[in-house]
C-alpha cells in the first residue's frame, strides 16, 4: 500500500499554472501531500524557477540525474553561507554560522578531514556494542498493550544517546543535545519552539557554553576519540573561533540527530503500510541489511540541499544565474521513475539499495551515512528479536518544514 | 578478455574476465563481488568503490583525477595507493590487474 493520493492536491498539483508552482511550501510536507507536486515537476519542468516563495526565488532541481549534475558542479554551486548556505531559507547574514557543510574547498575540504575519522570503519566497529546496549535498555523499557509515541520513547531516545556517546557528552543531559538540534532548525513563529532568531541566538549561548567547558577539559588532556577531543586537538579545527566551534556542533548535532530520528520512525511506519513486506523481513530477518538504506530512502530525512550559483549554470536547458538559489529536491529524485524502479513503493530486498539520494553525493556526501545505518541496522535486530509487532494506531504528525522532513508523533502499540 | 583479481579485505580472492572499456567497479558490481558498494553508479560522487592498487600495476592505472582526489581524501582509510575503482577503465594494458578491498566503504 503507498501513501494515499490526496485527490485534491492530485488536482492542484496538475492544474496550478507552472510559473506559479511553488514545491517549497512547508505545509505540503506536514500534510505529507507533496509527491504530485513533484511527479509534475519532474516531467514537466525537471528545472523549475519559483518566482515567488515564502522563501524568495529560487530554480528545483527534481530529478536524480540533475541534481547528481549539480552534486558535482561544486564549483558553480556553493554552499557557502556567505551566500545563504545550504537550506532554501536564508539566515539572517550577522546570525550565519560558519560550519564546514556551509563552506567551500579549501576549508571544507580541511575542516571535513578533522571530523571523519570518527565514523572511520575501526571506529565504528567499536561503537557497534555501545549502540546495540542502548538500543536493548531502550526497547526493554517499553510498555506493552499501551499506546505511546514511538518518536519520542525510542527516535529520540536511541539518537541523542548515540550523540551524548560521540561527544562524551554527560548522558543524563542529553535531551539537551535533541532540543538544541530542534532549536537549530526550527522556523520561527510566534508560539513555536523558537518565536525568533534572539531566541536561537539564547539557546546557542546556552549550548556554546555547555560545550566551552567540555572543549576546555579536553584541549588540555590527551586525545581521546570523542568529537570533542577530535575538534579540539586537530590541527584545522583547533584555532577556531568560539562561533566556528559552534557552527561544527550545531553540525554534528543537527547532522546526527533529526535525520536519524526520522529514519527510525519512517521505519516503523513503512513497515505498517507494506504489510508483505513486514511479513517479509520477519520471515528472513537478514533483509534489514538491504532495508535500512531502503527505509533512508524512502524516508528522504532532508527533503533538500540548497546551492547559489557563483557564475552562470547550465542546466537541463537552462541557465541559472550567478547569485541566484538552487534547490536539490532529494525527496523528488529519489521518487524519480528514471532512475529508481517502481520508486513509490518500499521494497525490503531492493538489489541495490544505496542508490538514493538521501546522503547528497560529491564532496558535501554526509559523514555520518554509514553510522546512520549502523543505528538502525542494530535497532531493527534488536525489535526483531523482541516483538513481532509494531502496530501503528493512529495518524502521523509530520514537521512543518521544506527541509526536515520528519515525523513529530507516532501512535503505536506494542501487542504481548 | 582481460582478467582482475579482486581481494577482499579478509583475503578472499576473486578473479574475472572484464570486458575492455568496463570499469573496475563495473566489473565488481556485475560478478556481486563483496566489498565495493558504489553507491553513486560510477559518478565519482562517493568513495564507496574505494580500491587499493597493488604496487606493480600504479602506474598502468594512471593518476586520479581532481574530483576523486578530492573524495579519496575524505575517505578515512585512504593510503597513497587508493583509487576509486569506477575511475580505472579496463584495457589490454591491465590485463592480470590486483586490487585490494578497505575494510570497509563508507
Ligand atoms: C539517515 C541519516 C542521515 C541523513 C539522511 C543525512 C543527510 C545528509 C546530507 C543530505 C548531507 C549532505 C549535505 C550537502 O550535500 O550539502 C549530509 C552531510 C553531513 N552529515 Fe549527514 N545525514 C544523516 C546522518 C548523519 C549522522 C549520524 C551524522 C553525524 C555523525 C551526520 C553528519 C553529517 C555531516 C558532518 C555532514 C557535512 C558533510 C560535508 O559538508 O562535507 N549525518 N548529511
Sequence with gaps: MNAPVDLDHARIAATTPLDRLDPSNPALFRDDVWQPYFARLRREAPVHYCAESMFGPFWSI?????????????????????????????????????????????????????VQPIVA???????????????????????????????????????????????????????????WSDCATALPMPGGLIENEEQREAVFAEMLGAFMKLWNERVNADPRPDLISML????????????????????????????????????????????A?????????????????????????????????????????KTIR????????????????????QPDRFIIDRARPRGHLSFGFGIHRCVGNRLAELQLKILWEEILRRFPRIEVVGRPERTYSAFVHGITNLPVRIPG | MPQVTYIEHDGTEHRIALEAGKSVMQGAVDNAIPGIDADCGGEC????????????????????????????????????????????????????????????QH
Design chain 1, 62 to 114: 527534481s530529478t536524480y540525474k540533475d541534481i547528481m549534475q549539480c552534486e558535482l558542479a561544486h564549483k558553480v554551486l556553493s554552499s557557502d553561507s556567505l551566500h545563504g548556505g545550504i537550506s532554501i531559507r536564508d539566515r539572517d547574514k550577522a546570525l550565519r554560522l560558519p560550519m564546514f557543510i556551509a563552506m567551500d574547498p579549501p576549508q571544507h575540504d580541511e575542516q571535513r578531514k578533522v
Design chain 1, 121 to 179: 570503519p575501526g571506529n565504528l566497529a567499536k561503537l557497534e556494542h555501545v549502540i546495540r546496549e542502548r538500543a536493548i535498555r531502550i526497547l526493554e523499557g517499553l510498555p506493552r498493550n499501551e499506546t505511546f509515541n514511538w518518536v519520542d520513547r525510542v527516535s529520540i531516545e536511541l539518537t541523542v544517546s548515540m550523540l551524548a556517546t560521540l561527544f562524551d557528552f554527560p548522558q543524563e543531559d542529553r535531551r539537551k543535545l535533541s532540543h
Design chain 1, 232 to 275: 579540539a586537538h586537530g590541527e584545522a579545527t583547533r584555532n577556531m573561533t568560539p562561533r566556528e566551534f559552534m557552527g561544527n556542533l550545531v553540525l554534528l548535532i543537527v547532522g546526527g540527530n533529526d535525520t536519524t530520528r526520522n529514519s527510525i520512525s519512517g521505519g516503523v511506519l513503512f513497515l505498517n503500510e507494506n504489510p
Design chain 1, 277 to 317: 513486506e513486514y511479513n517479509k523481513l520477519r520471515a528472513n530477518p537478514a533483509l534489514i541489511e538491504t532495508m535500512v538504506p531502503e527505509i533512508i530512502r524512502y524516508q528522504t530525512p532532508l527533503a533538500h540541499m540548497r546551492r547559489t550559483a557563483v557564475a552562470d549554470f547550465e542546466i537541463g536547458g
Design chain 1, 322 to 341: 550567478a547569485g541566484e538559489k538552487v534547490v536539490m529536491w532529494y525527496i523528488s529524485g529519489n521518487r524519480d521513475e528514471t532512475a529508481i524502479e
Design chain 2, 45 to 104: 560522487a562517493c568513495a564507496t568503490c574505494h580500491v587499493y592498487v597493488d604496487e606493480a600495476w600504479l602506474a598502468q592505472c594512471g593518476t586520479p583525477g581532481e574530483q576523486e582526489a578530492s573524495m579519496l581524501s575524505f575517505a578515512a582509510t585512504a593510503a597513497p595507493n587508493s583509487r576509486l575503482s569506477c575511475q580505472i577503465t579496463m584495457s589490454p594494458a591491465l590485463d592480470g590487474l590486483i586490487v585490494r578491498m578497505p575494510e570497509a
